[in-house]
C-alpha cells in the first residue's frame, strides 16, 4: 500500500470529499514523498493549506509547483495574489 501512490492519493481525496483537510493532507504528503516533483500533487496540496489558512505551506506547495510546470496559470494567479 505505501509504494503505490495512486492508491494513497485516491485515499487523500476520499478525505478531501468528506471535509476532512487535515487527513486529506497527511495522504497527500505520503503521495509527495513517492512523487517529489509532481507538479498537480504540490498544487493541491497548496490549496488544501490555503483553506486551511497555512499560507507559508501554501506559497511552498505553490512555488515547488511553479518549479516543476511555471506554465500553470492557476499557480501563477495564486503566487501573483501572494506577493
Not at 511553479?66 to 496559470?73: A, D, E, G
Given at each position: 500500500l505505501k509504494n503505490h501512490p495512486q492508491v494513497l492519493f485516491q485515499i487523500g481525496s476520499l478525505?478531501?470529499?468528506?471535509?476532512?483537510?487535515?487527513?486529506?493532507?497527511?495522504w497527500f504528503v505520503q503521495v509527495l514523498s513517492l512523487m517529489p516533483s509532481d507538479?498537480?500533487?504540490l498544487?493541491?496540496?497548496?490549496?488544501?493549506?490555503?483553506?486551511?489558512?497555512?499560507?507559508?505551506?501554501?506559497?511552498?506547495?505553490?512555488?515547488?509547483?511553479y518549479k516543476y510546470f511555471p506554465s500553470n496559470l492557476e499557480v501563477?494567479?495564486?503566487?501573483?495574489s501572494y506577493y
Amino acid at each position: 500500500l505505501k509504494n503505490h501512490p495512486q492508491v494513497l492519493f485516491q485515499i487523500g481525496s476520499l478525505y478531501e470529499a468528506m471535509g476532512d483537510l487535515d487527513l486529506a493532507i497527511e495522504w497527500f504528503v505520503q503521495v509527495l514523498s513517492l512523487m517529489p516533483s509532481d507538479p498537480q500533487l504540490l498544487q493541491k496540496l497548496g490549496e488544501l493549506s490555503d483553506t486551511q489558512a497555512d499560507r507559508q505551506a501554501a506559497h511552498q506547495y505553490h512555488f515547488d509547483s511553479y518549479k516543476y510546470f511555471p506554465s500553470n496559470l492557476e499557480v501563477l494567479d495564486w503566487l501573483g495574489s501572494y506577493y
